[in-house]
C-alpha cells in the first residue's frame, strides 16, 4: 500500500480511496471457482439495467402528471422510486433490509418510539455507494444533491470551498458513484436555501452527500467548507438528520460493496462482480447486509444561515461519534481527481 502513501491520512493512517480487500489471513479461492456464478452475475445485473430503463420511463410519464398535481406526482414518484430501489437491492443480495428505519428507537419496554423524516428536513449522510443511494430511495424518495467546489485544485490539506450544490436524481447519482465532484463552473448550481425551499414545495426531504465523492466506508472524508453563498438566505427552523450507512467487511467469498473507485461503463462493472455473491435462500439467509447507525439524538434544529454554514462539521462529528467512523484531517473530496490520475497513469 506504500504506493498510495500520498493518499493516506496522516491523523487517522487510513487510505480511504483504496478500495478494501479481504484480509490476508483468510483463505484465497482461485478466480476459476467464480466462473459458474458468472452467468448468473450477468443476468441480474441485465435485470437491473432493465428495471433502470423501465424507471426512466416512469420518471418521464411522472413529469407529466407533475403538471396537473404535485401532491399526486410525489405520491407516484414516491411508489414507483421504492419498488424500483427495493428490487434492484435485492437483485444485488440485499434480500433483507434493517427491520426498523432510521432515527427509530426501542424504549426499556421494547417500544417503538420513530422520527418521521419530512419535506423541509435535511439528512446529512455518508457515502460509499450506490447501495446508499437506493437504501435512501427506497425509504424517502428524496431529493439527492452534492456539494460544487469551487474552481481549482487546491493542495492536499487546504480548505475546500463550496460553490453550490447539484441535483441529482437516482440512476444519474448511480452513474456519479466514485466519482470526484464537479468543478466546472458552467455546472447549475442553486444555494443550500434554494433546496430546502424547493424540498418543501416538491413534497420530499432533502439529502446531502457532503464528503462529495465516494471513500471505503473505513472513515469519513474531510468536509469541504460551506459559505453564506453557499448556503444563501434561509428563514425558519431547518431539522437535521444525521445518518451513518455502513457495509460489510470483504471476504474471500464476498467482495466489497462499496465503490471508492468508479467503474465504466456507469458502474455496471461493479455490479456484476457485487452479483457474483449468490442469492442461496431468499428472506432466510441474505448474502449482504447493511447498518445504519445515527446519534441518540435524531436531529438537530438549526434556525439560521449562519448556523447551517457549520452544518457539516458539526452533523459528521455525531456521525463519527455513533457510528465509530474515524474523521480524516486532511483527505477530501479534492484529492479523488489526484488519486483517479494516479491510477491511470500506472495502467497506461
Not at 417500544?111 to 435512501?136: A, E, F, H, M, Q
Request: charged fraction near 15%; include cysteine; aromatic fraction near 10%.
Amino acid at each position: 500500500m506504500e504506493k498510495f502513501s500520498t493518499w493516506r491520512d496522516p491523523s487517522t493512517g487510513l487510505a480511504p480511496f483504496v478500495y478494501p480487500l479481504p484480509p490476508l489471513s483468510t483463505i484465497q479461492l482461485p478466480r476459476i471457482a467464480w466462473i459458474p456464478l458468472v452467468p448468473l452475475a450477468l443476468f441480474r445485473t441485465a435485470l437491473i439495467v432493465v428495471l433502470g430503463l423501465l424507471f426512466v420511463i416512469f420518471e418521464g410519464s411522472g413529469l407529466v402528471v407533475s403538471l396537473f398535481s404535485v401532491k399526486f406526482h410525489s405520491i407516484l414518484q414516491y411508489y414507483c422510486t421504492a419498488i424500483f430501489s427495493r428490487i434492484t437491492l435485492y437483485l444485488l443480495g440485499f434480500t433483507q433490509l434493517p427491520s426498523d428505519r432510521p432515527f427509530t428507537h426501542r424504549t426499556s419496554s421494547q417500544k417503538l418510539i420513530s422520527t418521521t423524516v419530512r419535506p423541509g428536513d435535511l439528512v446529512v449522510c455518508n457515502w460509499s455507494s450506490y447501495v446508499d443511494i437506493l437504501y435512501l430511495a427506497y425509504l424517502y424518495n428524496p431529493i439527492f444533491i452534492i456539494p460544487v467546489l469551487k474552481h481549482g485544485a487546491p493542495s492536499q490539506g487546504s480548505e475546500v470551498l463550496v460553490r453550490g450544490f447539484e441535483s441529482k436524481g437516482v440512476l444519474g447519482l448511480i452513474f456519479r458513484t466514485g466519482h470526484p465532484p464537479s468543478h466546472n463552473p458552467a455546472t447549475k448550481i442553486k444555494s443550500l436555501a434554494q433546496f430546502l425551499q424547493e424540498s418543501k414545495r416538491l413534497r420530499r426531504p432533502l439529502i446531502i452527500f457532503p464528503e462529495g465523492t465516494t471513500s471505503n466506508n473505513r472513515a469519513l472524508l474531510r468536509c469541504p467548507k460551506l459559505n453564506e453563498i453557499s448556503v444563501g438566505k434561509h428563514d425558519g427552523k431547518v431539522k437535521v438528520f444525521c445518518l451513518a450507512i455502513k457495509h460489510e467487511t470483504p471476504t474471500p467469498f464476498k467482495n466489497s460493496i462499496t465503490v471508492p473507485i468508479p467503474t465504466s461503463p456507469m458502474n455496471l462493472m461493479h455490479m456484476v462482480q457485487a452479483n457474483l455473491v449468490p442469492i442461496l435462500v431468499p428472506f432466510l439467509i441474505s448474502p449482504r447486509s447493511i447498518l445504519v447507525r445515527f446519534p441518540r439524538t435524531d436531529f438537530i434544529e438549526l434556525d439560521s444561515s449562519t448556523q447551517l454554514v457549520n452544518s457539516f462539521e458539526l452533523a459528521f462529528d455525531l456521525i463519527s461519534q455513533a457510528a465509530k467512523l474515524k474523521l480524516t484531517s486532511q483527505i477530501s473530496c479534492a484529492d479523488k481527481t489526484g488519486f483517479l490520475n494516479y491510477l491511470k497513469s500506472r495502467k497506461s
